[in-house]
């Protein structure tokens, strides 16, 4: 890894250079609300761009979902962090071997057949090897940076002050859970063990599902900071949509990519919440594979109810199924304000669900009308008190946005209701239910990966 996170006095200049930013945020903020000095929000936004992209770690990750989620930080600060990279300086050779070596033994490389020296690619909290077994078979093996548990917790302390300062100066959006939310999983996706029992969970639900494919785990050669699963061959998103521009093509991966997503959650109550382009690949004949499982969420049969009455509430224009669903959800004490306000963003997100016909998503989601919309939601939650997300919102807002975002760049053309429709026509939350209990025996996981904040039973 790059000198400036490879040391403890690297770590330190990390810090110290984030601290230093976010202390001179406060300053500016504290001045601009009891002052009424004015602060350039686009000018320091760009300078806490610059710092935490520096990063390459947690935090940058953390920035990323944050800029997904409808005014969790000021339209600024947002813009310039949903542009952070993703790709993260890799660790050279000697780094790898010793972190090989910490893993596998002092033997590892007599384990296959070959690994390579060089990344095939390099995120926020590790890298991925191309290998072969002794049998011929490719592999991938998942890396983990050093320190990484020291940095997340790290990490997360930087974003418990960056809400504090943003609540000190907006209180349209009470962000605690949403820090609770982010830190969990963040916590989770440092645990490669538990990342394989994902994915053997998402080779159990997308079995014979079109279109979707996954990756196998090699359980003999990974640990809980190696993952090593078979290759799958594919490429980016961004090069199939530059080398094809055929729209059936372009139709066929849009409409994998939301079976990929979503059969799993209204069948089995799991989302993917990270949908960001380095996280699968393409295959030739538009096939999706799946290819990182750390932001994995398992959820209440009631959350995944309220997510269907909420569709079915805007569809029929009935505003009491509206209140009902929130509260599925977990959303408290709405009263009809509150939920008249909550159903302008709904509606922006449900809208391509409500018509049956074939249209490009960018006909109801243009990207000036979104951050109208949110803005618009923002300033009536501000008049009116704030409210509080339930937990869950956080990463099924981002999936169901950032989803979106991909569906635009492909310009699929999709009837998105009758994808829909099919999926939830014979929903029934007492079957979901028992098929989460039966799944965790079925798909063979440990117990504590198969259980949702509220238990099982609710």
């Given amino acids: 890894m790059a000198d400036e996170t490879s040391g403890l006095g690297g770590r330190f200049r990390r810090y110290a250079r984030v601290t230093g930013t976010m202390g001179n945020l406060a300053l500016k903020m504290a001045g601009e609300r009891y002052l009424g000095i004015k602060i350039d929000r686009e000018e320091h936004a760009a300078k806490l761009r610059d710092a935490l992209g520096g990063l390459k770690g947690p935090l940058m990750k953390v920035a990323q979902i944050l800029a997904t989620i409808p005014e969790a930080l000021p339209r600024e600060y947002a813009e310039q962090l949903a542009n952070l990279q993703t790709d993260a300086p890799s660790m050279g050779w000697l780094f790898v071997k010793r972190r090989m070596a910490a893993e596998l033994g002092p033997d590892w490389q007599s384990r296959f057949a070959d690994f390579e020296k060089t990344a095939a690619a390099a995120a926020s909290l590790g890298q991925v090897h191309r290998a072969t077994s002794h049998d011929g078979m490719k592999l991938a093996c998942k890396l983990q940076y050093p320190d990484m548990a020291s940095a997340v917790q790290a990490d997360l302390r930087q974003l418990k002050l960056i809400f504090s300062l943003y609540e000190r100066y907006d209180k349209a959006i009470s962000t605690s ?6 830190a969990e999983r963040l916590e ?7 990342e394989a029992a994902n994915m053997r969970l998402y080779r159990y639900m997308l079995d014979g599902v079109e279109g979707a494919n996954v ?9 809980q900071r190696l993952l090593t699963m ?3 061959d594919g490429i980016r998103l961004k090069a199939f949509i530059e080398d094809n521009e055929d729209q059936e093509s372009r139709n066929r991966v849009a409409e994998n990519m939301f079976r990929t997503w979503y059969v799993p959650f209204y069948y089995y109550g799991v989302i993917h919440g990270d949908p960001h382009p380095g996280n699968y690949t393409i295959t030739p004949d538009g ?3 799946l290819l990182d499982y750390g932001c994995i969420r398992l959820f209440r049969p009631d959350f995944v109810r309220g997510v269907i009455e909420l569709y079915k509430a805007l569809r029929d224009d009935n505003e009491e199924q509206a209140v009902t669903a929130y509260e599925y959800w977990g959303f408290k004490g709405l009263d009809r304000e509150t939920v008249n306000v909550l159903n302008i963003w709904a509606r922006f997100i449900y ?8 249209r490009p998503i960018q006909e109801m989601r243009g990207g000036a009308h979104g951050r109208e919309l949110a803005m618009q939601v923002h300033a009536e939650l501000k008049r009116i008190g704030g409210v509080k997300p339930p937990r869950e919102f956080v990463l099924m807002d981002r999936a169901a946005l950032g989803l979106g975002s991909v569906f635009m760049h492909l310009k699929a053309e999709v009837n998105w209701h009758r994808l829909f429709e099919g999926m939830i ?5 007492d079957v979901l239910r028992q098929r989460q209990i039966e799944t965790a025996e079925k798909a063979g996981l440990p117990s504590y990966l198969w259980q949702h904040d509220e238990g099982l039973e609710n």
């Fill in 351 to 358: 809208t391509p669900l409500l018509e049956d016909r074939a």
């Fill in 425 to 429: 026509d014979d929903f029934d939350v």
């Fill in 215 to 223: 990756p196998d785990t090699i359980d003999d050669l990974s640990s």
């Fill in 177 to 182: 859970d949403i820090h609770t939310e982010l």
């Fill in 188 to 194: 989770e996706e440092l645990n490669y063990q538990r």
């Fill in 230 to 232: 078979t290759w799958v």
């Fill in 287 to 289: 096939g999706v594979n």
